[in-house]
C-alpha cells in the first residue's frame, strides 16, 4: 500500500515571510493524485491544492505552489506571503485515479507568528 | 450550500454502548467516506462507498459497520465501542473515481469512557 511522509511534525514562520512544507510518499504505481489539505481549528478539511501526477508543471493556487519532484517522490508545499489565518494543520495525501483508499500524512502543525 | 453535515458532532459513550454516526451530502456526490484522525497519525480510511448499493472496507474497519441509505447518507455503526475508538470522524464524499478531491464534514468528537 501506498505511503505519506510528513516529516516535520511543526513549524513556524513569521508573518508575511515564506515557509515550505515537506511530504514524500511511496508508490510504484504511475497515474494518482497528490494533495494537501488545510485544517484549521474549527476542524473543517479544506483543499488547498492538487496535483495530477501525469502533469510536469508545479501546480498553484495564489500564494500557495507545490515542488513535485517524481522520480524523488516528493511533494513540498510552498507558503508565500504567510498570513495568520494560514496557521493550521497541514496534511498531504495520496490517491490513485480509480482507487478510493486515499492516504494521508500524519500532518505538520503551521503557526504564523505575528 | 451545506455540503457536508455530520451528527451528532461531540459524543460520550460509555464501553460497550453503541451509537451511530449520521452524514449526509447535498452535492449529488457518488463515494462517500468515513475516516478517523487520531493525533500524530493523520487520517485513517475506515469505510467507504463508491456509489449507491456498495460498501467497502478500508484501512481500520475492525469494530465498525457502515450503512450507505441512500445516495446522499452513509451512516458508521459502532456496535460495542471501546476506548480505542476515542477519535474524531469525519465523513467526506468525492464526484467519483477520476476526480480525486475529498470534501468533508465538519468532523464528530467521540470519547468512549
Known amino acids: 500500500a501506498q505511503t505519506v511522509t510528513q516529516s516535520q511534525p511543526e513549524m513556524s514562520v513569521q508573518e508575511a515571510e515564506t515557509v515550505t512544507l515537506s511530504c514524500t510518499y511511496d508508490?510504484?504505481?504511475?497515474?494518482?493524485?497528490l494533495f494537501w489539505y488545510k485544517q484549521p481549528p474549527s476542524r473543517q478539511m479544506i483543499l488547498v491544492i492538487r496535483?495530477?501526477?501525469?502533469?510536469?508543471q508545479n501546480a498553484t493556487e495564489n500564494r500557495f505552489s507545490v515542488n513535485f519532484q517524481k522520480a524523488a517522490k516528493s511533494f513540498s508545499l510552498k507558503i508565500s506571503d504567510s498570513q495568520l489565518g494560514d496557521t493550521a494543520m497541514y496534511f498531504c495525501a495520496f490517491s490513485f485515479y480509480n482507487n478510493n483508499d486515499m492516504r494521508f500524512g500524519a500532518g505538520t502543525r503551521l503557526t504564523v507568528k505575528p | 450550500n451545506a455540503g457536508v453535515t455530520q451528527t451528532p458532532k461531540f459524543q460520550v459513550l460509555k464501553t460497550g454502548q453503541s451509537m451511530t454516526l449520521q452524514c449526509a451530502q447535498d452535492m449529488n456526490h457518488n463515494s462517500m467516506y468515513w475516516y478517523r484522525q487520531d493525533p500524530g497519525m493523520g487520517l485513517r480510511l475506515i469505510y467507504y462507498s463508491a456509489s449507491e448499493g456498495t460498501t467497502d472496507k478500508g484501512e481500520v474497519p475492525n469494530g465498525y459497520n457502515v450503512s450507505r441509505l441512500n445516495k446522499r447518507e452513509f451512516s458508521l455503526r459502532l456496535e460495542s465501542a471501546a476506548p480505542s475508538q476515542t477519535s474524531v470522524y469525519f465523513c467526506a464524499s468525492s464526484a467519483g473515481l477520476n476526480t480525486g478531491e475529498l470534501f468533508f464534514g465538519e468532523g464528530s468528537r467521540l470519547t468512549v469512557l
Open positions: 496535483q495530477e501526477a501525469y502533469k510536469q
Open positions: 508508490t510504484s504505481e504511475n497515474n494518482y493524485y
